[in-house]
């Protein structure tokens, strides 16, 4: 292991430029796959945040029961969906609206009668915030004799779901893309590694050492290339995080964990791509 | 030790680079194998250590079949052999000491014995004070030494030597046989191909001579068949 080492770490040594641009060149391919992955963990937070308002309004009939209203509530709040149940009556409504809608402030100033109806406004728990769910809750809503009509914006709901899909599938298909792109590019510093070296190693076989042996070093040295590289590029990807934050918007970094994922997985690439490299060259070597 | 029979290698754009081959080397023995450039020395060097599989025949050697060997054998076989070249093949960024120790890393010695034995076989072929040198500080016979304190580190049965005199000027490939010579003297088998005929009757040893890739001449059979006839020559 001793002698493993100290032969991968020749290779720098010996290539620094090779090992430099290899290193390099790792290290951009892992921060493009970085940018994207601070993309999808946006994306996730703001998802998140919208679904949060994903609610379902049921609008009440005028002149609704008010005891019936509150057993109505209860029962609702009793649903294993639903995180909360508000009654927002018709003042509560207007005044809500004039705070929010202030461009139709003076025609709500002028209104004679209120026009807005009471309503209950639910809220799902997490994981009950697709569609499915919420058509479910709409409908036992509609069930309340007093109900008037339930809102919740089956398209919003579903665009938020199809959203979550295409973010998930871009980013398996892009990140499958750059870890390929990684293990090409690996793969042929390899190569140029072991032909620069093709002398050495033919001296190791005539010596005496097994393919093993030889492999080795090359598969270490893939995966500190790598491993190089992922630190490389979370350092990347946290100056433009820095500086998107600053001059775009306010945004969120990876988790340490998703960041040492990212270098793991650096890793993984390197010593995929040297251990795909190295037996096909050493036979021609 | 080493047993060719009826040996044939066809090179792989068609032609023979060995037609029939049959010969014996035995422990201890030292060989010389001459013939001209392209007779097919190299050839046979390299059945020896398993670079190359004969077409058809039968190779032997340190109780391999080169014919049958598992590709993962093939290391094994080469760590009973040492074998050195006309170009020496020394690592040009170490030094004469880490270039023999290198020999032995690979294969995996355990690294407290290392410097005792490469120190022993730098003084067996006459470079112990050069051990810190480089490659390009040393003249071509002493790159020779060090390659040959390489091949030996491993306590080989057989020294295989490829035209080890064919870069080097008169004093130095004297200086080179003699060693060869002083090694086979211990007990190591030695074969040496060479086109140096001036070498080949310095010495009494045994001579088995290529042309064209067919064996024309063994001293040893004539030796035999002279015995055997009561005859000289």
């Given at each position: 292991?001793?002698?493993?080492?100290?032969?991968?770490?020749?290779?720098?040594?010996?290539?620094?430029?090779?090992?430099?641009?290899?290193?390099?060149?790792?290290?951009?391919?892992?921060?493009?796959?970085?940018?994207?992955?601070?993309?999808?963990?946006?994306?996730?937070?703001?998802?998140?945040?919208?679904?949060?308002?994903v609610e379902v309004v049921a609008y009440l009939l005028p002149g609704a029961p008010i005891e019936a209203t509150a057993q109505a509530l209860k029962d609702i709040e009793a649903f294993p969906e639903v995180q909360s149940a508000t009654y927002v009556s018709e003042d509560d409504a207007l005044a809500r609206a004039r705070a929010e809608l202030v461009e139709l402030r003076d025609v709500m100033q002028e209104l004679e009668r209120n026009p807005l109806p009471a309503s209950i406004e639910v809220k799902l728990k997490p994981g009950f915030r697709d569609t499915d769910h919420v058509s479910a809750v709409a409908e036992r809503l509609r069930g309340f004799g007093f109900v008037d009509d339930v809102r919740f914006g089956r398209d919003w709901v579903e665009k938020l779901d199809r959203l979550r899909g295409l973010a998930a599938a871009v980013g398996i298909v892009v990140g499958a893309a750059f870890a390929v792109v990684a293990i090409i590019i690996i793969g042929t510093t390899i190569r140029m590694a072991v032909l620069q070296r093709s002398r050495e190693i033919a001296i190791m076989r005539l010596v005496g050492a097994t393919d093993g042996f030889i492999r080795r070093p090359f598969l270490l040295q893939g995966a500190i290339k790598g491993l190089l590289g992922g630190g490389v590029a979370i350092g990347l990807s946290f100056a433009a995080y820095l500086l998107i934050n600053r001059y775009l918007l306010q945004s969120a970094f990876f988790t340490q964990e998703q960041a040492a994922a990212i270098v793991a997985f650096g890793a993984v690439i390197g010593l995929v791509g040297s251990a795909m490299s190295v037996g096909r060259h050493l036979k021609r070597v | 030790m080493i047993k060719f029979t009826n040996v044939f290698k066809a090179f792989p754009k068609g032609g023979l680079a060995l037609k029939d081959v049959s010969f014996h080397v035995a422990k201890g023995e030292f060989a010389f194998l001459t013939?001209?450039?392209?007779?097919?020395?190299?050839?046979?060097?390299?059945?020896?250590?398993?670079?190359?599989?004969?077409?058809?025949?039968?190779?032997?050697?340190?109780?391999?079949?080169?014919?049958?060997?598992?590709?993962?054998?093939?290391?094994?076989?080469?760590?009973?052999?040492?074998?050195?070249?006309?170009?020496?093949?020394?690592?040009?960024?170490?030094?004469?000491?880490?270039?023999?120790?290198?020999?032995?890393?690979?294969?995996?010695?355990?690294?407290?014995?290392?410097?005792?034995?490469?120190?022993?076989?730098?003084?067996?072929?006459?470079?112990?004070?050069?051990?810190?040198?480089?490659?390009?500080?040393?003249?071509?016979?002493?790159?020779?030494?060090?390659?040959?304190?390489?091949?030996?580190?491993?306590?080989?049965?057989?020294l295989l030597a490829d035209e080890p005199t064919g870069n080097l000027d008169e004093r130095a490939t004297r200086g080179v046989f003699q060693l060869l010579r002083d090694i086979n003297a211990s007990g190591t088998a030695v074969v040496m191909a060479t086109h140096d005929l001036d070498l080949v009757r310095q010495a009494p040893y045994r001579v088995i001579e290529l042309q064209e890739g067919a064996l024309v001449y063994d001293s040893s059979v004539d030796e035999a068949r002279d015995q055997a006839t009561g005859g000289g020559p």
């Open positions: 292991m001793n002698l493993t080492f100290r032969e991968a770490m020749l290779t720098f040594k010996r290539a620094p430029l090779l090992s430099v641009l290899s290193v390099t060149t790792i290290a951009f391919s892992l921060f493009v796959l970085g940018l994207f992955g601070l993309v999808v963990v946006n994306l996730q937070d703001a998802l998140h945040g919208v679904e949060e308002r | 013939g001209h450039s392209g007779a097919g020395k190299s050839t046979v060097m390299k059945l020896i250590y398993a670079e190359e599989r004969p077409t058809s025949g039968d190779v032997r050697v340190s109780g391999y079949n080169v014919n049958e060997m598992r590709p993962r054998e093939v290391p094994l076989l080469r760590r009973k052999l040492g074998i050195v070249f006309q170009d020496f093949r020394l690592l040009e960024d170490r030094t004469a000491e880490e270039n023999v120790a290198f020999a032995l890393e690979v294969t995996g010695a355990r690294s407290s014995t290392i410097p005792a034995r490469v120190m022993r076989v730098l003084t067996q072929v006459g470079l112990a004070a050069k051990a810190q040198a480089y490659p390009r500080e040393l003249s071509g016979g002493e790159q020779q030494r060090v390659a040959i304190a390489r091949a030996l580190v491993n306590e080989p049965t057989v």
